[in-house]
């Protein structure tokens, strides 16, 4: 495995989740806002824009990336 310098990007987005429950027989709709922040880290000693699943449009190779809740790891 080699060393690489590497550079962190993050991307920030806000989502909408809605939940619906049945309290005493009437319908209610519950919306809560989530923050999720993806961060990746790349290198551009390997000028390859691209990473893992849909990831990609980094000026180099992404070697790890974590959006919040999974991180993937290239080795």
Same mark, same amino acid.
């Given at each position: 495995?080699?060393?690489?310098?590497?550079? !962190?990007?993050?991307?920030? !987005?806000?989502?909408?989740?809605?939940?619906?429950?049945i309290v005493n027989g009437e319908t209610k709709e519950v919306k809560n806002k989530e923050t999720i922040v993806t961060t990746a880290w790349y290198?551009?000693?390997i000028a390859i824009s691209n990473g893992? !699943?849909?990831?990609?449009?980094?000026p180099g190779l992404i070697l790890e990336i974590n959006d919040g809740k999974n991180t993937i790891v290239c080795v």
């Amino acid at each position: 495995m080699g060393t690489y310098t590497c550079y !962190k990007a993050t991307y920030t !987005k806000e989502i909408e989740n809605t939940t619906m429950s049945i309290v005493n027989g009437e319908t209610k709709e519950v919306k809560n806002k989530e923050t999720i922040v993806t961060t990746a880290w790349y290198t551009t000693q390997i000028a390859i824009s691209n990473g893992p !699943k849909d990831y990609q449009g980094l000026p180099g190779l992404i070697l790890e990336i974590n959006d919040g809740k999974n991180t993937i790891v290239c080795v």
